[in-house]
């Protein structure tokens, strides 16, 4: 939730033709992240990169395709 709060994002469910996942996704645009998915693939394959770590490489990721809001 800090992620979503952070950048202004709502949990959504996805779906595509893999299946259904649960997203962020910023209003009504096509950006979403997957912060389950970018952890769980991690683990699985023994990739113990922090928490914190990825949380700032997908605000990293995302911020820039977001549109500038005033005053920041």
């Known amino acids: 939730d800090l ?15 893999q299946g259904r996942s649960r997203a962020l996704r910023y209003r009504q645009s096509d950006e979403y992240l997957f912060p389950v998915t970018m952890i769980s693939r991690r683990r699985e394959v023994g990739n113990q990169t922090p928490v914190t770590v990825i949380y700032q490489k997908a605000r990293d990721i995302i911020e820039p395709l977001l549109p500038a809001q005033p005053f920041q």
């Open 3 to 17: 992620l979503a709060a952070g950048l202004g994002m709502d949990w959504v469910v996805y779906e595509d033709s």
